[in-house]
């Protein structure tokens, strides 16, 4: 019946109203002590891939540079220049082999 459907709607929403004061209050006092937390999963794995990703960047920039530094130092100083361009190997190992997460 249409009259008990929206009677039975009705004493829902009543009990909602009544509980929502409390339920709002409780949410204030979380917010005031500083205990509430909102989680999500998906944005921490998102930001922790984005940091993997940023370090292995920044890996790769230092790599670049010990080996371009080391290729113009070259012609000035042999050993010097080779010394950067062998180093530079470590940081390209890091962005090869760093652990590629989802």
Do not use: C
Not at 24 to 39: A, P, T
Not at 51 to 67: E, H, K, S
């Amino acid at each position: 019946n249409l009259a008990q459907d929206v009677l039975g709607e009705a004493v829902d929403i009543a009990g909602v109203a009544l509980r929502l004061p409390k339920r709002l209050d409780g949410l204030i006092n979380r917010l005031e002590d500083g205990s509430l937390s909102v989680g999500s999963h998906k944005l921490e794995r998102q930001v922790a891939r984005l940091d993997r990703v940023v370090r292995r960047i920044v890996w790769a920039l230092v790599f670049g540079a010990l080996l371009i530094a080391g290729a113009i130092l070259r012609a000035d100083d042999a050993v010097f220049g080779t010394v950067l361009m062998a180093v530079s190997v470590v940081p390209l190992l890091y962005v090869l082999l760093a652990r590629r997460g989802n």
